[in-house]
């Protein structure tokens, strides 16, 4: 089928890069041992400090976050290593995965994919383990699989209370750049990040934000690491250089994507995807149709999910208007599969796409003959431009 105009991409990730990054991304590859080079990546791990909300160093890697998770793991842990995570989703299956493949020993906490990491749970495994056992917590911020933000303040301050010693090893691939993220404040030990989700570049850069406390497990972690060793790396990155050859391009275009989220503001951003958001979620509503994310003060501001009725294929609804309207929506995954669609409303996003989005799945709703009310876009514009308050803010002419 021949498509015109412009394709959406609203899976959460990879998201809609800009054309500015894109541009940027195009500049002639340069010598990455060079002066010229050096100095861009030196501003640039710099400058990505401030989306981490961290003073301490960033190392960046050539790969995806699945790279970085494993770089987080092997850098701070030995063989054995008790490890406490939660069942937030598919992500935080795939570190649990991750974890005993690298001989780690997962505390699993079950969960129903509907739900982020229970404050309640942390405090009842960290204060049964009074010798310490346990090593790292790791926590998924954003579980992109089911659109639940979890909030860390509270998983922070279970540690605090009880005085837990354990590593907090945060995955905030889907939120870093879209979610509001406080590493230092926070006290994450070890931040993991990709490139492709809200920080609007495309795939293929990995990062690790790194506590003063992670350092000094890094001392003694006796898993296994060559590549991923934080060591030579953190050698050399304040001079702008890399124990391997960097991805030089996308490094171009994290400068561009870093300059556009500070001509933005970080915080205008963080509304920006609040605000999105909840426009989103006004539109499921009206629709009929369930939110996965079971508690509001969880609702994530860069993916929504919602369950489609019982008996209808939610994987048929996106062939539907992934052929009639060009836009690709997330798919359910694990548990979700064919039960649910993720809506990506992070990274390089406007009113309008967010209009489109919606307007493009209310239109699928119809034609696949999913039972559902009309008016999940009306719902959403009125939450975006609400008519009661066009008098005071549509200023009037002279
Ligand atoms: C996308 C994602 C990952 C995996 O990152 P890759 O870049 O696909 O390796 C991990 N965690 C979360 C929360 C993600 O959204």
């Known amino acids: 089928m021949v498509h015109t105009g412009r394709h959406f991409l609203q899976i959460p990730g990879p998201t809609n890069v800009p054309d500015r990054v894109l541009r940027a991304i195009a500049g002639a ?16 791990l710099e400058n990505i400090r401030a989306v981490f909300q961290t003073k301490g160093p960033v190392v960046m890697y050539p790969s995806s976050g699945t790279g970085a998770g494993e770089a987080a793991l092997v850098n701070t842990l ?21 974890g005993g493949k690298l001989g780690l020993q997962v505390d699993y906490v079950p969960g129903n994919w509907r739900r982020g990491a229970s404050p309640a749970d942390a405090q009842a495994r960290l204060g049964a383990d009074v010798r310490h056992a346990i090593k790292a917590v790791v926590v998924v911020h954003n579980e992109t699989s089911s659109g639940v933000t979890s909030v860390l303040p509270e998983i922070r301050r279970v540690m605090d209370q009880i005085r837990h010693p354990a590593l907090l090893i945060v995955d905030a691939v889907s939120s870093l750049g879209s979610i ?3 590493h230092d404040e926070w006290q994450v030990d070890v ?8 920080l609007m570049i495309p795939p293929g850069l990995g990062f690790n934000a790194i506590s003063e406390k992670a350092l000094a497990a890094n001392k003694i972690a006796k ?3 060559a590549y991923w060793d934080w060591q030579p790396a953190l050698k050399l990155l304040p001079e702008g250089f890399f124990p391997y050859t960097p991805a030089i391009n996308l490094i171009y275009g994290l400068r561009e994507a870093l300059q556009m989220m500070r001509e933005e503001g970080l915080e205008n951003v963080y509304r920006r ?11 499921v509503r009206g629709w009929g149709l369930e939110i996965v994310c079971e508690d509001a003060r969880e609702y994530s501001s860069s993916i929504t999910a919602a369950l489609l009725p019982a008996g209808h294929d939610a994987d048929k609804l996106r062939q539907v208007i992934l052929d009639h309207f060009d836009m690709s929506l997330g798919a359910g995954l694990g548990k979700l599969a064919g039960r649910a669609i993720r809506i990506g409303h992070l990274g390089h996003f406007n009113d309008l796409m967010l209009a489109g989005t919606l307007s493009g799945i209310e239109m699928g709703l119809r034609l696949a003959g999913v ?18 308050k066009s008098v005071e803010s549509v200023p009037l002419a002279r």
Do not use: C, N
């Open 180 to 182: 509001e993220y406080r």
């Open 223 to 225: 898993l296994p690491r």
């Open 371 to 388: 039972p559902h009310r009309d008016g999940g876009v009306a719902a959403a514009l009125e939450s975006l431009a609400p008519a009661s």
């Open 191 to 198: 931040t993991i990040a990709g490139s492709q989700k809200g």
């Open 273 to 283: 995807h609040d605000r999105h958001a909840e426009a989103a979620r006004a539109a």
């Open 78 to 98: 030995s063989p054995g290593d008790r490890v406490l995570m939660f069942e937030t989703g598919h992500f935080s299956q795939l570190w649990q995965q991750v």
């Open 29 to 44: 590859v340069m010598d990455h041992r060079g002066q010229e080079f050096a100095r861009i990546a030196a501003q640039v």
